[in-house]
């Protein structure tokens, strides 16, 4: 009788063990179904002013740099994890000085691969469609006669007093050949 107790009392435990880990699962995945859908509501938010932060336009280079680091700098972690991204706008808008201005730049969202977590970051790759009006210089990836190239852009974001914050951004063009090459790495070691 002795020894029905006990395994009566070790069955209880394992099922009230059993239940508690799917409790945590169950709890888990609709935190990450919420965290998915912020992360996703931010990505799209940050390549919309990210496109439109491209084009210099009538401003010097100096002043679109300012209004970059103002409309920009709030979706990342720090000013230095914004930095590598700054300095690869930098180059762009001094190109265009130089080269002639980006007159179109357009980015539309195809898809978003599944995201990555681990812990409070989160690995975010989306497909883009990219439309560039421009001199071939300053986006030398992305031909200004292609109408429409396949952008890829990974983002790591780190989630800080409950808000998700780009920690990492680069871009990465697919031609219609289907090869590779940057065009807008932006990475802190």
Do not use: C
């Not at 799209?44 to 990210?50: A, K, N, P, R």
């Not at 975010?124 to 429409?148: E, K, R």
Request: glycine share 4%; charged share 20%.
């Amino acid at each position: 009788m002795s020894f029905l107790r006990k395994i009566n009392r070790g069955f209880i435990v394992f099922i009230a063990l059993l239940l508690i880990v799917i409790g945590y699962v169950i709890v888990l995945h609709f935190v990450r179904l919420d965290d998915q859908q912020t992360l996703q509501n931010t990505v799209t938010e940050y390549l919309s002013v990210y496109q439109k932060d491209l084009i210099l336009g009538d401003q010097t280079p100096e002043d679109a740099l300012e209004k970059v680091k103002n409309n920009e700098l709030s979706y990342f972690v720090s000013e230095e994890h914004f930095a590598p991204v700054q300095s690869i706008l930098k180059d762009m808008l001094a190109s265009q000085d130089k080269f002639g201005s980006i007159q179109n730049y357009e980015l539309h969202i195809r898809s978003f691969e599944p995201i990555e977590f681990n812990g409070n970051t989160a690995k975010v790759v989306v497909n883009t469609l990219v439309s560039y009006q421009g001199p071939d210089q300053i986006m030398p990836a992305l031909s200004s006669n292609n109408t429409q190239s396949q952008v890829t852009a990974e983002l790591v974001a780190q989630k800080i007093d409950n808000e998700w914050k780009i920690f990492y951004f680069s871009g990465y063009a697919v031609a219609e050949n289907y090869e590779t090459s940057v065009i807008q790495p932006a990475m802190i070691e």
